[in-house]
């Protein structure tokens, strides 16, 4: 039997999300002072930076309660609480119902495929308005949103709640107006019409006018969630605690059992660094017990793995229990080689569960210490914070040699900044990143070179005779040896190679690597006393670079494939603006008021897609991006191009 019910609580920044979780532990009895936002860098921003965690008691249940962020570059963390989830709470504003995040998690939610409540909460603000809430809603998420209360306001004030099965006033001492009354029967009956389309014999009651038990019309809700379509609609205010014994009742009586499975299966939905207790990985425990001392196997590697330390919450606080039962949400510590969305089981041969399908980073920035002597204590510190992370990577181009940091946004990185400060001691700078451009060739054009030195003692001397052509785009390098009557004896030839692959390296316009190349050395000449693979090397090397002059040496840029969703209303303003971009438009598919469009654009005029799309679409529109291949940069834009690309890399 499940042992614990873990809801996750989304919704767009403001909604009150951690307000509510905090009103739910005061609620179920946890004393003393009750924080979720635990950083440094929370505390500072005054919102919710990461998911964070906390449990109670209900009804004899044990609740784990998830919290996720509300700022849309911190999407990975709503991912992350959504897939541990038996049950999601959308939280939104009175006053401003549907909002970006609003939107996004929804989307989320469903595809994940769980079932959800929301809660409207602040319906003690001034603009706050019930029916004005439910409606936003129904026109702009999928779903048949069903109350469950109707809200009861004197004025402006949030007076109390009155049950839509029972008709009856809970949550103040108030007597209910006729209207609210009225309104309540008005949604039972609707309600009873929804939740009949998902039980036969519930039907059967209304449609022979039968009164149907509590229990009935609450099993067929639960049927309509565990679908999909039906919603039920709380009320209330967390700030008031108003409303929260209701969702706390509504989120035992409707969140799913689950299934029995044999064994014990684990997912990894987190990874974390305490500043106590080192690294942890967060899972949820979707059968059997985890335990200190099991022996389970990691199903992606095969390795096994050996349960150490297992905590859990008791409210906001993380302590070491030794076991975590079936539904619930435990932390292991001193576990290394797990990655995020790993699958733990007792049965080897168990299949893994699917990846969780974290968006791609798609905001990059050049990344170095403010100070030359902590750069590889940023390096470490980043690639330790970067391994907890779906949705930052740090890494090291190999053509411009920077360190990347690449996120989901600048509020994102700024944060990180923040945190390498208040966690590491270290300074970091950004800067917009260097586009690693290539270099080739258009035609093919032959040249000699002949290196000869002399020395005291034995010279050096080789002749190299060298014709280049361009290859297919993407097809690399290629050396040929046509060297015949040995001209060029054998083992010079490795010399020979070494040398155009060098000289390939350090280009020939603008210091970039040059590519999709064949060489062939075809003639040459040496000194059997002065002649060595090092002579040859030098020859071979400003042969090269003397061809490549003569064979339309050209840019090649990164080209990045795009896939824009976007509210329909902003599409023609998008397209616009990828035209722009030098970008072209390859497709586009509209589906549920929304347009997906699939784009190429040069990767020089993405470096800051991310500020200008959310600016462009209110931060409606999301992206993600991936390398598609390399072209030839216009000849015009080249011309002003090659100026600055010298100078920099002279500098």
């Not at 003690?124 to 029916?131: H, R």
């Not at 609450?218 to 999909?228: H, N, Y």
Request: with cysteine.
């Amino acid at each position: 039997m499940r042992q614990a019910h873990s809801v996750c609580f989304v919704g767009h920044s403001g909604a009150g999300k951690t307000a509510l979780a905090e009103a739910i532990l005061r609620a179920a009895g946890i004393s003393g002072e009750v924080s979720l936002d635990r950083t440094p860098e929370e505390k500072n921003r005054r919102q919710s930076l990461d998911l964070s965690a906390a449990s109670c008691s209900w009804g004899g249940r044990r609740l784990d309660l998830l919290v996720t962020p509300g700022l849309g570059e911190f999407v990975e963390e709503i991912h992350k609480g959504v897939d541990a989830a038996d049950l999601v709470v959308l939280v939104v504003n009175a006053e401003k119902p549907v909002e970006v995040v609003t939107e996004q998690a929804w989307e989320i939610r469903k595809a994940a495929g769980r079932p959800a409540i929301v809660f409207v909460n602040m319906l003690d603000k001034p603009l706050a308005d019930p029916e004005a809430a439910l409606a936003a809603l129904r026109e702009s998420l999928d779903g048949k949103f069903l109350p469950l209360y109707v809200p009861v306001r004197d004025g402006e004030a949030l007076v109390g709640l009155v049950d839509v099965l029972t008709g009856t006033p809970t949550g103040g001492k108030f007597s209910p107006p006729q209207g609210a009354k009225a309104r309540a029967e008005e949604l039972r009956s609707e309600l009873l019409e929804e939740a009949a389309s998902f039980n036969d014999a519930l039907l059967e009651k209304v449609l022979a006018d039968e009164p149907p038990s509590r229990e009935e019309i609450l099993g067929a809700l639960r049927a309509g969630m565990a679908a999909g379509p039906l919603v039920p609609v709380l009320w209330g205010s967390a700030t008031q605690g108003i409303g929260v014994r209701e969702l706390l009742d509504t989120v035992l009586l409707l969140a799913p059992e689950g299934e029995e499975k044999p064994g014990t299966l684990l997912r990894v939905f987190a990874l974390a660094l305490d500043p106590y207790l080192g690294k942890l990985a967060y899972v949820k425990v979707l059968a059997g017990e985890v335990g200190e001392g099991m022996a389970l196997v990691n199903l992606e590697t095969k390795d096994k793995v050996q349960v150490r330390d297992v905590y859990t919450y008791t409210g906001a606080k993380l302590e070491k229990t030794g076991r975590a039962g079936t539904g619930g949400i435990a932390a292991l510590g001193k576990l290394d080689g797990l990655s995020l969305g790993t699958t733990l089981a007792s049965d080897g041969t168990a299949t893994p569960l699917p990846p969780i399908p974290f968006p791609k980073p798609v905001f990059i920035r050049a990344i170095a210490a403010k100070s030359q002597a902590e750069e590889e204590k940023v390096s470490s510190a980043l690639r330790e914070i970067a391994a907890t992370k779906a949705t930052l990577q740090f890494y090291r181009d190999p053509v411009t040699k920077e360190g990347l940091l690449a996120g989901m946004g600048d509020v994102q990185l700024d944060v990180l900044a923040e945190r390498l400060r208040n966690k590491y001691g270290v300074e970091i700078q950004y800067r917009v990143p260097k586009v690693p451009y290539r270099e080739t060739i258009r035609k093919t054009a032959s040249a000699m070179y002949r290196h000869k030195k002399q020395t005291g003692g034995h010279g050096q001397f080789g002749e190299v005779h060298l014709r280049i052509e361009p290859l297919p785009r993407g097809a690399g390098f290629e050396f040929v040896d046509e060297i015949k009557g040995g001209v060029i004896p054998q083992q010079f030839i490795p010399g020979v190679e070494k040398g155009v692959r060098e000289a390939m390296e350090e280009g020939v316009l603008a210091g970039f690597p040059v590519v999709d190349v064949r060489a062939a050395v075809y003639y040459g000449m040496y000194h059997e006393v002065d002649s060595s693979e090092l002579s040859f090397k030098i020859a071979a090397r400003t042969a090269f670079k003397l061809a490549a002059e003569q064979a339309e040496p050209t840019l090649l840029e990164p080209i990045m494939a795009l896939e824009v969703t976007t509210p329909d209303a902003f599409t023609g303003d998008i397209i616009s603006d990828i035209t722009s971009r030098r970008g072209r438009i390859l497709g586009m598919e509209a589906q549920g008021g929304r347009t997906t469009i699939r784009i190429e654009v040069p990767m020089a005029e993405t470096l800051s897609y991310a500020l200008d799309l959310k600016a462009l679409t209110q931060g409606r529109a999301t992206f993600q991006m991936t390398f598609s291949r390399y072209d030839y940069v216009p000849a015009q834009l080249q011309e002003r191009l090659l100026p600055q690309l010298r100078a920099a890399h002279a500098g």
